[in-house]
């Protein structure tokens, strides 16, 4: 939307754009603003490339960006040490996962990123 609109500038998603997407895929208006806001960062990316470089993106692999508003992480009960869940406005689900040397590294250094 942003590309074919050309809106290449820094400033937020209009509320008309993020309530049609709440509207459209049935997610929450917090995760329909973060969403936009990422799409104008890729928008940003090649816009900043010379006019004959700019191509409108195309995704081969789909990655997000999600801040801790959008997931906890907590202790898990069962074969694994960890579960992330994701907040409502998601899909119900819970990935569980197990220690690895990097996680452990943060639980070390003080565990600043559980939620517990």
């Not at 195309?58 to 069962?78: A, H, P, V, Y």
């Not at 406005?89 to 003080?110: A, E, Q, R, V």
Request: aromatic share 12%.
């Amino acid at each position: 939307m942003f590309w074919s609109d050309r809106t290449f500038g820094k400033e937020l998603a209009t509320k008309e754009i993020t309530d049609c997407a709440v509207k459209k895929y049935q997610i929450t208006a917090r995760l329909s603003q973060a969403l936009a806001k990422q799409a104008k960062e890729i928008i940003l990316s090649q816009h900043k490339k010379s006019k004959t470089q700019q191509t409108m993106p195309i995704f081969r692999n789909i990655s997000l960006n999600l801040d801790s508003r959008f997931w906890t992480l907590e202790k898990f009960n069962g074969s694994f040490d960890w579960a992330l869940k994701l907040t409502p406005g998601f899909p119900k689900l819970i990935i569980p996962f197990n220690n690895t040397k990097h996680s452990l590294k943060f639980i070390n250094d003080g565990g600043c990123f559980l939620n517990q």
